[in-house]
């Protein structure tokens, strides 16, 4: 069992960077699949980026590639999300997940119901 916990949120300014965190509390996290997904204001929630145990294989949905990065710390049992060049419509509460998996298709790496954990999230705010 996995707890998590987000943080690095905040307001900013469109094109500013924001890097955000989740810490996990619990054991084997290499063992998971960690996920970043975001809910706007009376929007579902989408998936953003996710990443393998191992680190060495990332998914990302097409919006986010060319300004997010996702990375992990299994020594230190966080996993980030890097946002560059950030614009107003990515406002929105950013939630961390895990999935026990080790090799995903993307299809399951971007399938939020395959995710067995949560973190409580962390609000990000762009102004224009």
């Known amino acids: 069992q996995l707890q998590l916990a987000e943080s690095g949120g905040g307001l900013v300014q469109a094109g500013d960077s924001l890097r955000l965190s989740c810490r996990a509390t619990?054991?084997?996290?290499?063992?998971?699949?960690m996920g970043w997904f975001r809910r706007a204001p009376g929007k579902e929630r989408e998936f953003v980026a996710a990443?393998?145990?191992?680190?060495?294989?990332?998914y990302y949905q097409d919006s986010a590639k060319d300004r997010f990065t996702i990375s992990r710390d299994n020594a230190e049992n966080t996993v980030y999300l890097q946002m560059n060049r950030l614009r107003p419509e990515d406002t929105a509460v950013y939630y961390c997940a895990a999935q026990r998996i080790l090799v995903p298709s993307r299809g399951q790496a971007m399938g939020a119901q395959l995710y067995d954990y949560w973190g409580q999230g962390t609000q990000v705010t762009v102004s224009s």
């Open positions: 990443v393998r145990g191992s680190g060495g294989t990332t």
């Open positions: 619990g054991r084997d996290f290499s063992g998971y699949l």
